[in-house]
């Protein structure tokens, strides 16, 4: 007897996507999947050159839009570019972040302190407000938040960092009971392959893959695939949740 498989196919033909963070890292590479599954994307950072090598390398049909994701005219332009460019948004992307001090939380000063939570928790809830005032409030769609595996949990030395990330968690589950229709899901990614996150994977990766069930970090392309899914039609009835991706941290033994 011949087994039926059923094989799952994932497309965003005819969506249009705004990725923050867009020019390295998950960012970049939730970007490239967007475009092979048939998607046009807009994509933001702070720095016009490394945006346009990235959009050279994801091909496509992609725009560009540097400026500092923390600033609330920043968002807006964007956002406003974006439906100008390409005629609306059925995907927001929450991924840039920033963690400008590594120690005790109680050691951190202030100036470094607001920069964080301006960037990594002010700056998602007033791009989501101007996606939201922009298109979504009148065409539902997807919001997708980039967390961390350390909004679940302590860690030692990124504290500050953390709480943003369980901060950006909670908000996730706020705007899903808020939006209605439009959906807002998370991803808290644990330990990747990343430019940004280079002190961690240089000091911990190679005794963290260890004790990993995967035997691996995760790479750019792992956070992708869930996030491609996560905007897709297939992923309808999710909303308000944020999905842990860590390689199995949670059940290995001692974790990171």
């Known amino acids: 007897m011949t087994a039926i498989v059923a094989v799952m196919e994932i497309s965003l033909e005819g969506k249009v996507a705004l990725v923050t963070g867009a020019s390295r890292g998950i960012g970049k590479a939730i970007a490239k999947s967007y475009v092979e599954a048939g998607a046009k994307v807009m994509l933001m950072s702070r720095k016009e050159d490394v945006l346009r090598s990235a959009a050279?390398?994801?091909?496509?049909?992609?725009?560009?839009?540097?400026?500092?994701?923390?600033?609330?005219?920043?968002?807006?332009?964007?956002?406003?570019?974006?439906?100008?460019?390409?005629?609306?948004?059925?995907?927001?992307?929450?991924?840039a972040a920033t963690n400008p001090y590594a120690g005790p939380?109680?050691?951190?000063?202030?100036?470094r302190y607001d920069k964080t939570f301006q960037v990594n928790l002010r700056g998602p809830l007033f791009w989501c407000q101007a996606v939201w005032e922009a298109w979504m409030i009148d065409h539902p769609g997807v919001i997708i938040n980039i967390a961390s595996v350390g909004g679940l949990r302590a860690e030692g030395n990124l504290g500050v960092y953390n709480l943003?990330?369980?901060?950006?968690?909670?908000?996730?589950?706020?705007?899903?009971?808020?939006?209605?229709l439009t959906r807002v899901?998370?991803?808290?990614?644990?330990?990747?392959?990343?430019?940004?996150?280079?002190?961690?994977?240089?000091?911990?990766?190679?005794?963290?893959?260890?004790?990993?069930?995967?035997?691996?970090?995760?790479?750019p392309q792992d956070i992708a695939n869930l996030a491609?899914?996560?905007?897709?039609?297939?992923?309808?009835?999710?909303?308000?949740?944020?999905?842990?991706?860590?390689?199995?941290?949670?059940?290995?033994?001692?974790g990171m």
């Open 56 to 95: 050279d390398e994801i091909g496509g049909d992609t725009a560009i839009f540097a400026g500092n994701a923390g600033d609330i005219e920043t968002a807006q332009a964007c956002v406003a570019a974006t439906i100008k460019k390409f005629g609306k948004i059925d995907i927001f992307v929450n991924n």
């Open 105 to 111: 939380t109680l050691g951190i000063d202030p100036a």
């Open 164 to 180: 943003t990330k369980a901060a950006l968690i909670h908000l996730t589950k706020q705007l899903a009971g808020e939006l209605g």
């Open 185 to 219: 899901v998370g991803i808290a990614p644990g330990l990747v392959q990343t430019d940004f996150a280079q002190m961690l994977v240089d000091n911990f990766g190679d005794a963290l893959a260890k004790r990993l069930p995967t035997k691996r970090l995760g790479v």
């Open 228 to 254: 491609t899914f996560l905007a897709s039609d297939l992923a309808s009835w999710m909303t308000g949740e944020t999905y842990l991706i860590d390689g199995g941290a949670g059940v290995s033994s001692g």
